[in-house]
Nanobody
Framework: QVRLVESGGGSVQAGGSLRLSCAAS??????MGWFRQAPGKEREGVAA????????SYADSVKGRFTISQDNAKKTVYLQMNSLQSEDTAMYYC?????????????????WGQGTQVTVSS
């Protein structure tokens, strides 16, 4: 059974940084992604990475501030978040996709982690 375990969330002041990690029980997927969901809002794609070639995709709202990376040997994907803003407050989820055709769309993903909370105070 595939397991994705997120860590690294927490509370930070605006302008601060956090690094999220997602440890996978296996790393055979095409794409790994990070999504977030704020209260009362739909889950949205934040960043994604092609596990073989390293191609990355980002939501416009985080470009230049967030960086997705991976360590294939550790079966771990990371999300470095800098210049955090109050609008970044959400539950952040790691996800794995065997398709990889729409890397920032929730329907493209087969497996999901339980999430880690990020709270940014202004």
């Amino acid at each position: 059974q595939v397991r994705l375990v997120e860590s690294g969330g927490g509370s930070v002041q605006a302008g601060g940084s956090l690094r999220l990690s997602c440890a996978a029980s296996e790393y055979t997927f095409t794409t790994m992604g990070w999504f977030r969901q704020a209260p009362g809002k739909e889950r949205e794609g934040v960043a994604a990475i092609h596990t073989r070639f390293g191609y990355t995709s980002y939501a416009d709202s985080v470009k230049g501030r967030f960086t997705i990376s991976q360590d294939n040997a550790k079966k771990t994907v990371y999300l470095q978040m800098n210049s955090l803003q109050s609008e970044d407050t959400a539950m952040y989820y790691c996800a794995a996709s065997s398709r990889g055709t729409r890397p920032l769309q929730t329907y493209d993903y087969n497996y999901w982690g339980q999430g880690t909370q990020v709270t940014v105070s202004s």
